[in-house]
């Protein structure tokens, strides 16, 4: 069997609230559920920021809230400053050819700055997430290592 090698992932919380209950048998409840446990089982940790640590709170179901506490109890969870890059911030923004554009970069910057701060992995059920640093990542070359899974 391949060892995995470990990586720290920046989860969004569209993953926590679509894992939902465990009585749900919707493909992306099961799909996230599953996710969720292969990351508690492996070596793999969960990158921890402020501003994601909010958006668990507002969106995680119960699955996941319990989920991220077996995660603290394993020692799972890396808690990181998201120090704000603002030349970084300034430039992906001012790359953004739309106001649209703009204004959804500025709702997942965060998790942007968090991965580039860590393993460059994020975990999205976004789509517009995938879609808008794609168009950007031609023009800030700092974005072009990030991965974003679903």
């Known amino acids: 069997m391949r060892k995995v090698e470990p990586c720290r992932l920046v989860i969004d919380a569209s993953v926590a609230r679509a894992a939902g209950r465990l009585d749900t048998s919707k ?8 996710f969720l446990q292969t ?13 994601i640590n909010q958006e668990w709170r507002r969106h995680a179901g119960l699955f996941s809230r319990t989920w991220l506490r077996q995660m603290y109890a394993r ?11 603002s030349s970084l911030e300034a430039e992906i923004l001012t790359a953004a050819s739309s106001r ?15 991965a580039l701060r860590t393993d460059a992995r994020i975990v999205s059920l ?3 997430l995938r ?3 794609r168009v950007i990542a031609e023009k800030v070359p ?4 990030i991965r974003i899974n679903k």
């Open 126 to 128: 976004d789509e517009s």
């Open 131 to 133: 879609s808008n640093l």
């Open 27 to 34: 493909p992306v409840s099961k799909a996230c559920r599953d």
């Open 39 to 51: 990351v508690l089982d492996i070596c793999h940790r969960i990158v921890m920021t402020a501003e």
């Open 100 to 114: 649209s554009l703009c204004n959804g970069l500025r709702k997942d910057l965060h998790l942007v700055v968090a």
């Open 75 to 85: 020692r799972k969870v890396e808690k990181i400053r998201a120090l704000s890059s």
């Open 142 to 145: 700092e974005l072009i290592d």
